[in-house]
């Protein structure tokens, strides 16, 4: 079993950084690859980036591409995701989750488990 708890969310302007965090509990976090998804009202939740259980390789949609950038560091069992030039469009709320099923490709949600409970990015125009 894995728990994750996001944070780093807030209200940001147009332009703006932020950086999320992704602590992860559990024994089986080096050994998945893990992704950040988003979630806006009323839509459902999307692929925002990807990771390999080594870091070595990420992936990410071409909306956050050149923008976002994801890492982590399995000696603290900590993921992040530095979100650069934020726009209006990338408010949700953000989640980590671990791969488990690689069955599924690094940007499909049925391939994920072990889901926090989200951290808000709100981004003012």
């Known amino acids: 079993q894995v728990q994750f708890v996001e944070s780093g969310g807030g209200l940001v302007q147009a332009g703006d950084s932020l950086r999320l965090s992704c602590a992860a509990s559990?024994?089986?976090?080096?050994?998945?690859?893990m992704g950040w998804f988003r979630q806006a009202p009323g839509k459902e939740r999307e692929f925002v980036a990807a990771?390999?259980?080594?870091?070595?390789?990420?992936y990410y949609p071409d909306s956050v591409k050149g923008r976002f950038t994801i890492s982590r560091d399995n000696a603290k069992n900590m993921a992040y995701l530095q979100m650069n030039g934020l726009k209006p469009e990338d408010t949700a709320l953000y989640y980590c989750?671990?791969?488990?099923?690689?069955?599924?490709?690094?940007?499909?949600?049925?391939?994920?488990?072990?889901w926090g409970q989200g951290t808000q990015v709100t981004v003012s125009s």
């Open positions: 990771i390999s259980r080594s870091g070595a390789d990420t």
């Open positions: 559990g024994r089986t976090f080096s050994n998945a690859a």
């Open positions: 989750a671990l791969q488990l099923n690689r069955l599924f490709s690094f940007s499909d949600i049925r391939g994920y488990n072990f």
